[in-house]
């Protein structure tokens, strides 16, 4: 079965530039799940979606950030305008629902903004 | 900020057993205990776990306090490709979204 699959898997950009990440979550997976991981702050729970509808953005940090689940296979992640203190790696995990269940981890985008 | 305390590192020799403590000290009664690792370069990966009892799976096992507010993961062999970044975690009242990763414990293995 294909894993929790993440693309770009490098970015580097200016600063300024719209940074779009995309993730595409195990099939019949009902919860999806934005992280980042930098060293100075480890790994950070973003924003996390069940049944396509954002539950809970309180980890976004401003507004600069947006994330949207069109259908059940596929969600983004936008940075608009990017800076350089959001170079980091992104991680989407996905997971079948109920606390007990594993979330699985794609192998992330590792964002670069010069 | 993490709920959970673990060293920030351990070291093991190849083929001996290893056992990465984790306290839980704000645990409730329906959290359920959460490990997870991540390997250098790579996603984090599901490891174990559990509620009240020991529990165990082709990778590890999970022993719990009878308290609960302490649990430990044991690698019953480690091999060189256990070395990894080791997190435990409560999950609060049951629902989702609530894994807060801490800064979890480096698991060095020596050949």
């Known amino acids: 079965d294909a894993g929790v699959i993440q693309s770009p898997r490098h970015e580097v950009t200016e600063m300024g530039q719209e940074v779009t990440l995309r993730c595409k979550p195990i099939?019949?997976?009902?919860?999806l799940f934005w992280y980042r991981q930098t060293m100075m702050r480890g790994l950070e729970l973003l924003i996390y979606?069940?049944?396509?509808?954002?539950?809970?953005d309180s980890g976004m940090p401003e507004d600069r950030f947006s994330a949207k689940m069109p259908n059940a296979s596929f969600s983004t992640l936008k940075i608009q305008p990017s800076e350089p203190r959001d170079s980091a790696v992104y991680f989407c995990a996905s997971t079948g629902g109920h606390s007990r269940q594993p979330q699985h981890f794609g192998d992330g985008t590792r964002l670069s903004i010069l | 900020d993490a709920k959970t305390t673990q060293p920030n590192s351990m070291e093991s020799n190849e083929e001996e057993p290893v056992h990465l403590p984790c306290n839980h000290s704000?645990?409730?009664?329906?959290?359920?205990i959460h490990w997870y690792r991540q390997l250098p370069s790579q996603g984090p990966e599901y490891v174990i776990h559990g509620l009240t009892s020991n529990v165990n799976n082709r990778m590890a096992s999970l022993a719990i306090a009878e308290d609960r507010k302490s649990s430990t993961l044991i690698l019953h062999r480690a091999t060189l490709r256990d070395a990894a970044v080791y997190y435990c975690?409560?999950?609060?009242?049951?629902?989702?979204?609530?894994?807060?990763f801490g800064k979890g414990t480096k698991l060095s293995v020596k050949p």
């Open positions: 979606f069940n049944n396509n509808v954002p539950i809970d």
């Open positions: 975690m409560d999950s609060y009242g049951g629902s989702q979204g609530n894994l807060i």
């Open positions: 704000t645990i409730s009664g329906t959290d359920y």
């Open positions: 099939s019949g997976h009902d919860y």
